[in-house]
Each structure stands twice: as structure tokens, then as C-alpha cells.
């Protein structure tokens, strides 16, 4: 096939425009341009919310523990309860949006996001935190599968991993702005301030998204019959281009078989999605342990609330400035070998953690270590979740594969709960958490025949 850019160029002389458009192959020979950018930064927006909103329970745990006498057992099951939300929201609505769109799904589920949020600064029983927490969550699972295949779908192949770590690297600083605002926050107005200030910026973003953000174009060429919308949305990523009427739009993996999970599995996708649910499973552990109990736990290890508080803000901060260069490793080196050494490291900074919270002088160069690699084995498998299915089922593959592995950040709070519980040491309890991470990595660093064969 010749270049897209001189047939569309020849058609607009008066020629015949008979052959299809390959959108991917367009957006590749371009250059990322404004829409393309206000789309990146509509998506980084989106993840500030999610990250702030991951934090909120972290940041009121401590104040609802003495307000309400809570138990370190049943404050883990509150923590659950807002990823099994996720988990719930991740599997059923990102397959729907394969069949209705990814837009409509993402203004809908922040919606949800902030409405649920506002509702939970009104609980009065940790029955009723844990049942709003997981309406929240509802709507952040419907987000993040789609904002994977949304970024992933607008960017030109050698700055994918790059746009894609960055669109999540909200969800980094998000968390960051969450422990600053809620260091200020709490002891003025109260543990509901959080929940209150994670609820309505959500409502104000959702007004904006129907402008902010397309529908994703493979999703459109893939499904057909919308070419009008296709060749505007083209025009707006390049506008010299000449599009003449008629011009007829493909993706090379579309496919027009009946979209379901069961796509995810069969001959060579099986191991894939297998493998990475279960890597997915461990990150989250380890992630969720550390957003929710680090605050406490440093606490425990002889912190001031303050102290324990800019712990997260150290972490959540380091974690955004690791984005933006693992996306780059990625593009250079592949997604799956980067992702190997970044879960190694990212354990062995998080062992640290534990054995050192009496010096500072170590602590906070292992809490950046730490920070700046554990948000990121979790986003840049985004990356790597993407590149394994075709459009058609990208955001139910992400769906699902974020969905199942929610069960991490579910086992990983309650853990941290038992642990405490249980009376372990504060080292033992980072061990712990460091230990799926671990795992994580040897596997990834194993399974390269299997991501060839998708790549």
C-alpha cells in the first residue's frame, strides 16, 4: 500500500479515492498535534481525579479510626471496598464500551466517580463508607480501561508508551495534591473535607468531556458507517490534509467478530491474558498497600500525622516524575523488558522502606526510589495490556485484565489489616508487600515469547 498521505493528497486533484485509509498508519505519519495534545491533557485531567480519589480513604483513615473506633480489620475491609468497586466496573463496562463507545463510558463513569464521592463525606457507619466506596469505585473501574485504549488509539506508535505513561501519570500527582490538600484540609474541616472536594471536581470535569474528548477513531473505523465523524476527527489531527467525500476508513485489526471475553481466551491469547491478570494481581498488591496503609504505617514507625502525611506526597510525587521516564524506556527498549526491571526495583524499594523509617537521611531517598518505580508497574502494564489485544476488544481486554487483577488491591489493604492485627513488625509488613512485586518481575522477565507472538 502506498502512503496514505500522497493518495489522500491525489485524491483531493480529482482523482479516485477507491482505496481504504488505514487511520493507525495516518496517525503515524503525522505529527502529534494540538488535538492530539488537548486530548492527552483531557486524560491526565481524568487521572489527577482518580488519583486524588485512590487516596481519600488513606487520608481519612486516621481521623476515622479515633472519631469512630475503628479496627485495624474492619478499616481494611473499607479499604476493599472501593477496588472490588473498581474491579466490578473495570470488567463489565469496558467490555460495553467496545460495543457502544469508549466516550459515552468515560463521561458517564465520572459522573458516577463524583456523585458516590460526594455521598460518602454523608456516611455514618462503616457499613455505609464501604457501600458508597464501592459506587465510587464503579465509575473509576469504567474510566481507567477506556482512557487505556482511548490514549493508546491516538498516539502515533513511536510515542505510544510515552503518551500512555503520561496520560496516568495523574493518577501519580492526583495522590500528591490528595496528601497536600488533605495535610491542610483535615484538621480544619474534618474527614468528610476529602470526600467532598473528590466529589464535586469530578461533576465540574464531566461537563467539560463531551467537548474535551472524541470517540476513539479506531473504534469508529473498525465498526463502520460513521465516515463523516472519521474524516473530521482526521482532519483536525491534520489539517493540510485534503479528504475527499467517499473516502472509505479501515484499522488492520479490526475484525467484525461479536465482541465478548470469550475473545480473550483461544489459541495463543490464553497464556496472555492469564499471565497478565496475574501480574496485574501482584502490582496491585503492592500498590494499594502502600497508597493506603503508608500514611498509618509510618505513623506506627514513629512519625508525626504530618510526617506520615508527606510520606504519600513524597511517594505519589516521585511516582509522577517516573512516568514520564518509563514511557521512554518503553518506546526504546519494549514494554515487557522494562517492566521486568522496573517490578524488581520497585521491590527492593519498598523492602527499604520498612528498615528505615527511623533516619530520615534514608528514608527519603527509598521512599523516591520506591515511589518513582511502584505506580509505575501498574501503569506501564497499561501500555503492555494494550499492545496484546486489537481494537475491537481493547478496552474489554483492559477491562478485564484491570478487572480480575483488582483483586490485588483488594487482598492488599485487607492484608495490611491483618498484618497490623496480627502485631507484625513494621519491616515485616513492607516485606510483605514487597514480596508480589518480586514475583512480578521474574515473571515478566520470562515471558517475552509470549508477548512477541502479540507484538
Known amino acids: 500500500m502506498t502512503n496514505i498521505t500522497v493518495e489522500i493528497r491525489k485524491s483531493s486533484l480529482g482523482e479516485d479515492a477507491s482505496h481504504p485509509v488505514d487511520v493507525a498508519r495516518f496517525i503515524d505519519e503525522h505529527p502529534l498535534g494540538a488535538f492530539q495534545k488537548r486530548i492527552y491533557a483531557t486524560c491526565i485531567l481524568l487521572t489527577l481525579l482518580d488519583g486524588f480519589d485512590l487516596l481519600t480513604m488513606a487520608l481519612a483513615a486516621p481521623l476515622l479510626t479515633e472519631q469512630w473506633h475503628i479496627s485495624a480489620r474492619s478499616l481494611g475491609s473499607v479499604f476493599a471496598a472501593g477496588p472490588f468497586g473498581m474491579a466490578t466496573g473495570a470488567i463489565f463496562l469496558g467490555a460495553l464500551a467496545d460495543k457502544i463507545g469508549r466516550k459515552r463510558l468515560i463521561v458517564a463513569s465520572t459522573l458516577l466517580m463524583g456523585v458516590f464521592s460526594l455521598m460518602t463525606a454523608s456516611a455514618h457507619s462503616t457499613g455505609g463508607l464501604a457501600a458508597l466506596r464501592f459506587l465510587t469505585g464503579l465509575g473509576l473501574g469504567g474510566i481507567l480501561p477506556n482512557l487505556i485504549a482511548l490514549s493508546t488509539e491516538y498516539a502515533p506508535s513511536r510515542m505510544r508508551g ?3 505513561t503520561l496520560s496516568f501519570c495523574g493518577l501519580s500527582f492526583g495522590s500528591m495534591f490528595g496528601g497536600l490538600l488533605g495535610a491542610w ?3 480544619l474541616f474534618g474527614w468528610q473535607a476529602v470526600f467532598i472536594v473528590g466529589g464535586s471536581a469530578p461533576l465540574l470535569v464531566a461537563a467539560w468531556l463531551p467537548w474535551g474528548l472524541p ?3 479506531r473504534f469508529l473505523a473498525a465498526r463502520g458507517g460513521r465516515e463523516n465523524e472519521i474524516a473530521g476527527t482526521l482532519k483536525k489531527i491534520a489539517p493540510a490534509e485534503q479528504i475527499p467525500p467517499g473516502t472509505t476508513f479501515t484499522v488492520p485489526d479490526a475484525s467484525r467478530k461479536k465482541v465478548s471475553l470469550a475473545r ?9 491474558t492469564l499471565l497478565l491478570t496475574f501480574i496485574v494481581v501482584l502490582n496491585s498488591f503492592a500498590l ?21 502525611l508527606l510520606c504519600s506526597v513524597l511517594l505519589n510525587g516521585a511516582g509522577g516524575v517516573g512516568a514520564f521516564v518509563i514511557g521512554r524506556f518503553m518506546d526504546r527498549f519494549g514494554s515487557v523488558r522494562v517492566m521486568a526491571l522496573t517490578c524488581l526495583i520497585a521491590s527492593a524499594g519498598v523492602a527499604g522502606v520498612g528498615f528505615s523509617t527511623k533516619s530520615a537521611a534514608s528514608l527519603v531517598p527509598i521512599l523516591i526510589l520506591s515511589g518513582a518505580t511502584i ?10 495490556i494494550a499492545g496484546v489485544y486489537p481494537t475491537t476488544i481493547r478496552s474489554t481486554g483492559a477491562g478485564f485484565v484491570l478487572g480480575i487483577g483488582r483483586v490485588g488491591s483488594i487482598l492488599g489493604p485487607m492484608a495490611g489489616g491483618w498484618a497490623l492485627a496480627l502485631k507484625w513488625s513494621v519491616p515485616a509488613i513492607f516485606l510483605m508487600a514487597a514480596a508480589p512485586l518480586l514475583l512480578a518481575g ?8 509470549v508477548s512477541r507472538r502479540f507484538e
Open 442 to 449: 521474574v515473571i515478566l522477565a520470562n515471558m517475552k515469547f
Open 288 to 308: 494499594y498497600f502502600m497508597l493506603n496503609w503508608l500514611p498509618t504505617l509510618m505513623k506506627v514507625g514513629g512519625l508525626s500525622t504530618r510526617g506520615a
Open 264 to 272: 480473550l481466551f483461544g489459541p495463543g491469547r490464553t497464556l496472555a
Open 375 to 384: 505506580l509505575c508497574t501498574l501503569i506501564g502494564m497499561y501500555v503492555v
Open 185 to 187: 484540609l483535615l484538621p
Open 215 to 217: 470517540e476513539s477513531i
Open 162 to 164: 510515552f503518551l500512555t
